[in-house]
Nanobody
Framework: QVQLVESGGGLVQAGGSLRLSCAAS????????MGWFRQAPGKEREFVAA????????LYADSVKGRFTISRDNAKNTVYLQMNSLKPEDTAVYYC???????????????????WGQGTQVTVSS
């Protein structure tokens, strides 16, 4: 089992940037595909970005493509989400998740992910 802890959230003005980190416990981090999801108030949780085990395959939601960058450092057991040009509609709780089985290299489907962090709040003011 892996434990995930997100950090880096906060309050930022529209157009600003934040970098989220997700630190994973255990020695098998490199065997997990990783994803970021978010949930805005009153809305369902949605996919943001995903990265394959080696980092060679990446997938983004259309709403963040060109503004967000997902990356990972397997030596540090950490996955990152660099968020630039933030908009008020990016306000949400952001969750990282780990896909243990990784039947496909990267997935936007929440049910593919086995472990979830507790989330970190991102608030973008207009």
């Amino acid at each position: 089992q892996v434990q995930l802890v997100e950090s880096g959230g906060g309050l930022v003005q529209a157009g600003g940037s934040l970098r989220l980190s997700c630190a994973a416990s255990g020695r098998t981090f490199s065997s997990y595909a990783m994803g970021w999801f978010r949930q805005a108030p009153g809305k369902e949780r949605e996919f943001v970005a995903a990265i394959s085990r080696s980092g060679g395959r990446i997938l983004y939601a259309d709403s963040v493509k060109g503004r967000f960058t997902i990356s990972r450092d397997n030596a540090k057991n950490t996955v990152y989400l660099q968020m630039n040009s933030l908009k008020p509609e990016d306000t949400a709780v952001y969750y990282c998740a780990a896909d243990r089985v990784a039947t496909i290299p990267v997935s936007s489907r929440q049910y593919e992910y086995d472990y979830w962090g507790q989330g970190t709040q991102v608030t973008v003011s207009s």
